[in-house]
């Protein structure tokens, strides 16, 4: 089993709809929690960082862990044209930093 | 938030040649910096370990003749790829830990795309 497990996709939604992403994990070291967008050819962006688990908004994101279940989701609420990127989840801990393959989003107008 | 460039964006090289990248936190110190490569469609790999003041440290079957990394301040870590191939043609990505830790936030830099002909 992969340490990180993230669905490559592609997703393709209309504008508007929700965007669910989410990605499951096998280690129970992993303490944070983080979700990256990256455009064609250009670096990660940071985009939600979390280390507990529930719920953390920022605008029209929302990270989401269940450490139980060892779980992690990312919703993109009114998605836009501009959303439409490679979603990466990550974790770290015990000095440990895993990343999960990306998941392509694709915003139809 | 914190901002890391990278230098050049995009370089084309002869095969044989070697290609430097430099890494630069702008607005804070990086005692620790990461390399990391990424293939078309592939998630980041990381490369290696960029201590500040020390060896790198490389992951397992990356080799660290070929990829010299050299951290010499606390702002600026750089990746020579030597003797390059085409094989070696890749998104090339460094990336900092803002606190310290190399398991805290990540900021990336902007990547560095690496053509060999």
């Known amino acids: 089993q992969k340490e990180v497990e993230q669905d490559p996709g592609p997703l393709s939604v209309p504008e508007g709809a929700i965007v669910s992403l989410n990605c499951t994990y096998s280690?129970?070291?992993?303490?944070?929690f983080m979700w990256y967008r990256q455009y064609s050819r250009k670096g990660p962006e940071l985009l939600m960082y979390?280390?507990?688990?529930g719920n953390k908004e920022d605008g029209r994101f929302t990270a989401q862990v269940d450490k139980s279940s060892k779980y992690i989701s990312l919703f993109i609420r009114d998605s836009q044209p501009s959303d439409s990127a490679t979603y990466l989840c990550?974790?770290?801990?015990?000095?440990?930093?895993?990343f999960g393959k990306g998941n392509q989003v694709v915003v139809i107008p | 938030g914190a901002v890391v460039s990278q230098h050049p964006s995009w370089v084309i090289c002869k095969s044989g040649t070697s290609v430097k990248i430099e890494c630069r936190s702008l607005?804070?110190?990086?005692?620790?910096m990461f390399w990391y490569r990424q293939f078309p469609k592939q998630s980041l790999m990381l490369m290696a370990t960029?201590?500040?003041?020390?060896?790198?440290?490389?992951e397992q079957g990356v080799e660290k003749d070929k990829f010299l990394i050299n951290h010499a301040s606390l702002t600026l870590s750089t990746l020579t790829v030597t003797s390059a191939h085409p094989e070696d043609s890749s998104f090339y990505i460094c990336?900092?830990?803002?606190?310290?830790?190399?398991?805290?936030?990540?900021?990336f830099g902007p990547g560095t795309r690496l053509t060999v002909l």
């Open positions: 280690n129970s070291a992993f303490q944070y």
């Open positions: 990550a974790m770290g801990g015990n000095n440990r930093l895993a």
């Open positions: 979390t280390y507990s688990s």
């Open positions: 990336s900092a830990p803002t606190s310290g830790s190399s398991t805290d936030t990540q900021y």
């Open positions: 607005d804070f110190q990086a005692t620790t």
């Open positions: 960029s201590n500040e003041g020390s060896k790198a440290t490389y």
